[in-house]
């Protein structure tokens, strides 16, 4: 009659608006207790009446709960670790299967491509991208500049690839806040993402000072990839910021209170 809705995403927008968007939206009017996958998406579905707040946002509070997923612990490098590198390196968030569409891979390339047009990258950096299934390894975005697209990592490489970057960029066209960019900042890299609706800048750098939420746009990309670079050498900026408000353990994410309260939602009737 009843079941406990694992959330992690407004689902539709995981879809070109069609036949699958619409079938997703109608899993929300089955009756359910939801378990969101983040505050700022349970907020989203508040603000929009979705789900079990189409009965009011107190009703959908009380048949709600939010968690955060955990993500990879890694700490920014020292200070003069950051000063001692010979070369500079942004890391996007590159994928470009349909799968990902909403992570907005051609907005990303084409604002790296228009930032390196207007000198926001000197000579000394280098352009990676990872998160891609499979595809080309490189991709010119200029004559004197590529961006590598790099194989999968386990989580001891993908950490050391995160604190050895300097610039991120990680896009998501949705309400949930994305994983990637909050590993990002961690790991003390000024990191460019996008705004959505309440996923607002001022709610993203109360996460972490690291991140920079822009207008999902080629100029808010490029102005934060802008400012992004220009706070590189800021490096006492970047260790701080690297503090970021998240879980970094499953255990903290579905610690006893919280799995006391999901047993309370599956037992309201």
Known sequence: ??????????EPFTFPMGSWAAVAMSTYDLPHAALFSTE?????????????????????RRNSLAFQNAITAVSPPRAEEMA??????????????????????ELGLIALA??????????????????????????RLAPSYELEILTRRDQGSYADLLTSSDVGLALMCTPHPS??????????MLTV???????????????AANLIAV??????????????VEGTDDYARRIEGAAVDWSRDW???????????VADLLDAR
């Open 251 to 261: 255990e903290q994410s579905l610690n006893p209170e919280v799995m006391r309260r």
């Open 1 to 10: 009659e009843r079941f406990l809705y694992l959330i992690q995403e407004y």
């Open 40 to 60: 700022l998406l349970r907020d989203f579905f508040a603000r929009s009446g979705y789900g079990v707040f189409a009965a009011g946002e107190e009703e959908g």
């Open 84 to 105: 001692g590198r010979d070369r500079r390196r942004l890391l996007f968030y590159a994928r470009p299967e349909a799968h990902g569409a909403r992570n907005m891979f």
């Open 114 to 139: 228009e930032a390196i047009a207007r000198g926001t990258f000197g000579p000394e950096w280098d352009l990676y991208g990872i998160g891609a299934v499979e595809g080309r390894d490189r991709i």
């Open 193 to 207: 993402t996008n705004s959505f609706e309440t996923k607002t800048s001022e709610a993203m750098s109360a996460i």
């Open 215 to 228: 207008p999902p746009s080629i100029e808010g990309v490029v102005a934060g990839l802008e400012q992004a």
């Open 179 to 188: 994983l990637v960019p909050l590993e990002m900042a961690s790991a003390g």
